[in-house]
C-alpha cells in the first residue's frame, strides 16, 4: 500500500502499511535514513508542535486555521508556536520545545531552513517525528520529492511556492504564452526565502534560455498588496513597454493588479503569479489576470497531520512524501495546477 494518506498518488513515496495495533502498546522501528531509526509507539498520547510560519498573510492564517481544526477533529494535542515570520524566533521556539520534552512530534514550515537545521536534526535524533511543510531545510530549498526530506525526519509535504519543479513549471508557461519577443518585470519577495531564492532561479533561467524575454526590472516586496501597488507603479514608471508582470505571491499581486488598473493597462499587461488566492482566482476569472498557480495551505498542514495520526495508528512503516501541498490537483508527479481562464470557473481558493 502507499502511504498517500488517502490523498493522491502524486509525489508520493511508497511505504506499506504496518499491521502493528495501536492498541497493542508494541513499539514500531522506522528506517528515515537518519543516524538512528524512529521508534514510535502506536496508541501513545500525541503531542505535537506546530511551528507556523507567521499570522500576517491570509496563506499563514489559512493555514493555522486547518491545524487547528485537523488537530481538534483527529484528536491531537497541539500547540501553536508563532514566529511571525522572524527566523530566529522560530529557531528559538524550536529550541525551547526541545529543551521541554514536552512534544513527541513536530510539523513546521521553515522561515529559514538553514539556521534551524540542527535544532530539526537534534529532534529527529531524540525520537520526535518531524515534517517539514512548505520548504526544504539544511540546504534542501527547492528541492522535491525524498530529496527535500532531511535524513531522519518522517516526512516533507511538498510547498508549491518554494519548488524549484513548480517555478519551472511556471515560466516554461509563460514562456510558452509568449512566444514573441517580450518585456517583463518580477514583483519578488525577501532574499534568502525560499519562494524568492526558487522563483529567482527559474526566471533567470527563462532569460538565459530565451535572450529575447527581457526581465527589465525585479523588485523586493514585503509580500504585501501594499508594496505590490508601490513597486509596480514605480515598475510601470521607469518601464512603461512592459508587458508581462510576474509576481511571486498572490497578496502581492493584489496591488500589482490595482496599479495596472489605475494605469489603463488592465488587459494590456498580463499578470502571472504563485498564491491562486480568493482575488487571484476571481481576476483570472474576470481576465484582469492571465494565469495563477494556487497554493493549498490548508491541505498541506492538514496532510502533515494526518500523516502524523497515521504513524500514531501504526500504519506508517517508512519516509512519506507529498508533494504539490498535498493536492490532489496538478500533474502525477506533483506538477502544479495552473487557474487560467478556462478552469477558473470550477475551482475554490482554499485562502
Known sequence: MLACLGLTLAGCAASSTSAVSPASGKSITLNLG??????WTPGQPLKVAFFAYGSSTAWEVAMTKSAKETAAHLGIDMTVFDSNENAQTQFNQ???????GKYNAWTFAPVDGSLICSVVQQAATKGIAV??????VCGKDGESGDAARVPGLLSFVGGIGASASTWKAFTDYVSKDNPDPTTAVVLSGTAGVAQTISSSDAIKALHTARPDFDVLGTYATDYSSQSGYNLTQQALQQHPNVKVIISIYSGITTGARQAVKEAGLAGKVKIYDVGGDTEAVAAVRTGLQTMTVPQ?????VRTALETLDKLNK?????PVIKMNDGSTLGGPNGEPFFVTKSSAANFTAEY
Open 131 to 136: 515534517i517539514n511543510q512548505q520548504a526544504g
Open 296 to 300: 493549498f495551505p490548508a491541505t498541506q
Open 94 to 100: 524550536m529550541q525551547t520545545a526541545l529543551t521541554s
Open 314 to 318: 501504526g500504519q506508517i512503516d517508512g
Open 34 to 39: 537518519g543516524s538512528q531509526p524512529l521508534t
